[in-house]
C-alpha cells in the first residue's frame, strides 16, 4: 500500500501560479511512474502530466507549456508547478502513483485530492 499527500492547492487570480506537491510514503525509487490528474465538477477525472521513473514527461494538450511534473526521490515527491492558470484549470487535483503499460499510464494508488480554484 502507497500513501499519497497532496498540499499546495488553494483559490488564486487568473494568471497566477501554484505549486502542488505529492509526498508518497514509500521511497519513489520503487514507484514506475507518478502522475497529476484533475476533476472539475460534473467531468470526468483527466489525466494532466506523468513522469517515468526515467524522467520522461508527458502532458495533456490544455496545459502544455504551463505547467511542469517533476520528482525528487530524494523527498519522496511529485510535485506540479502550475502558471498562467485559467479558470478552467479549476478541480480538485489528484496524485497517483502507477506504471506505464503500452506507453499508456495506469494508476495503482491515488491520493485524496488538493482543491485549486482560479478566479476571473
Known amino acids: 500500500q502507497v500513501q499519497l499527500v497532496e498540499s499546495g492547492g488553494g483559490l488564486v487570480q487568473a494568471g497566477g501560479s501554484l505549486r502542488l506537491s505529492c509526498v508518497a510514503s514509500?521511497?519513489?525509487?520503487?514507484?514506475?511512474?507518478l502522475a497529476w490528474y484533475r476533476q472539475a465538477p460534473g467531468k470526468q477525472r483527466e489525466l494532466v502530466a506523468h513522469?517515468?521513473?526515467?524522467?520522461?514527461?508527458n502532458y495533456a494538450d490544455s496545459v502544455k507549456g504551463r505547467f511542469t511534473i517533476s520528482r525528487d526521490d530524494t523527498k519522496n515527491t511529485v510535485y506540479l508547478q502550475m502558471i498562467n492558470l485559467k479558470p478552467d484549470d479549476t478541480a480538485v487535483y489528484y496524485c497517483s502513483a502507477g506504471r506505464m503499460l503500452a506507453g499508456i499510464y495506469s494508476t495503482n494508488y491515488w491520493g485524496q485530492g488538493t482543491q485549486v480554484t482560479v478566479s476571473s
Open positions: 514509500v521511497s519513489i525509487f520503487s514507484i514506475n511512474a
Open positions: 513522469i517515468t521513473s526515467g524522467r520522461s514527461t
